[in-house]
């Protein structure tokens, strides 16, 4: 019975990860030119992106150019405001990395098979941010 508990929270967790690396929570929307586009920029592509905003700023630059090659859209966008969604960006994964562990503590805290097979971890997270420009 404990190995099957055990298995029962393993495969739980397994998809709780997988929900969480997935496009359900990895996304936000922008809206221009009449389009949604769907897009991501992990925590590395955050940084970089948001030092090259500043340096750009710094060098007396208003504008930005984001390239969404996957999406075959070019982006012209206000400084500012690219500093702005990125940081709502930032604090969006930081507030659904949270959701996630608490799901995670949650699911290593029961002890009855079917709670674990019919625990929902997706509710909790934050709404995919967006974005119109």
């Not at 936000?28 to 090259?52: M, P, T, V």
């Amino acid at each position: 019975a404990e190995v099957l508990l055990e298995r029962a929270k393993q495969r739980k967790l397994r998809e709780l990860y997988a929900y969480d690396e997935s496009s359900e929570v990895n996304d936000c929307i922008i809206f221009y030119n009449e389009q949604e586009l769907h897009y991501w920029a992990d925590k590395h592509e955050r940084g970089s992106l948001g030092s090259a905003v500043r340096d750009c700023m710094a060098l007396g630059r208003t504008e930005y150019r984001l390239d969404l090659r996957e999406l075959g859209v070019s982006l012209s966008i206000p400084c500012e405001t690219l500093l702005q969604m990125l940081a709502v960006l930032e604090v969006y994964a930081i507030d659904c990395y949270n959701k996630t562990t608490d799901h995670e503590f949650a699911i290593k805290a029961l002890s009855v098979r079917d709670e674990i097979e019919s625990y929902d971890f997706k509710v909790g997270y934050p709404s995919i941010p967006r974005f119109e420009l």
